[in-house]
């Protein structure tokens, strides 16, 4: 996924990071990070306990990842795969807690 150009929103409780990092890593990806849902919104990130920009984002039809399927996606970048060499151990425990 190409993060370049999207207005993105972060919300919920993240498992992997705190979520003023995720925020660094979605403006390196290129994204702009925005702390509220509009129509103008492209994507919403949520961890657990999301509340109402989840609520806002599905009424709004817009796109939604978790915070795990984020990370997974950005494992796969090289510009961030070591610096989330933890967020791997913790997305594979993840995959492995749901087989």
Same mark, same amino acid.
């Given at each position: 996924?190409?993060?370049?150009? @999207?207005?993105? =929103?972060? +919300?919920?409780?993240?498992?992997?990071?705190?979520?003023?990092? &995720?925020?660094? @890593?979605?403006? %390196?990806?290129?994204? +702009? =990070?925005?702390?509220?849902?509009?129509?103008?919104?492209?994507? @919403?990130?949520?961890g657990a306990? &999301?509340?109402?920009?989840?609520?806002?984002?599905?009424?709004?039809?817009?796109?939604? @990842? +978790?915070?795990?399927?984020?990370? %997974?996606i950005l =494992?796969?970048?090289?510009?961030?795969?070591?610096?989330?060499?933890?967020?791997?151990? =913790?997305?594979? %425990?993840?995959?492995?807690?749901?087989?």
């Amino acid at each position: 996924m190409d993060f370049d150009g @999207l207005k993105v =929103v972060l +919300t919920g409780k993240f498992a992997t990071m705190k979520r003023s990092e &995720a925020k660094k @890593l979605m403006q %390196e990806a290129g994204a +702009t =990070v925005s702390g509220s849902v509009s129509g103008k919104t492209n994507l @919403l990130v949520h961890g657990a306990d &999301a509340g109402s920009k989840l609520t806002k984002a599905q009424d709004l039809g817009l796109d939604i @990842l +978790t915070e795990l399927e984020l990370m %997974e996606i950005l =494992v796969e970048d090289e510009r961030f795969a070591d610096r989330l060499a933890d967020a791997a151990k =913790v997305i594979a %425990e993840q995959k492995a807690a749901r087989a």
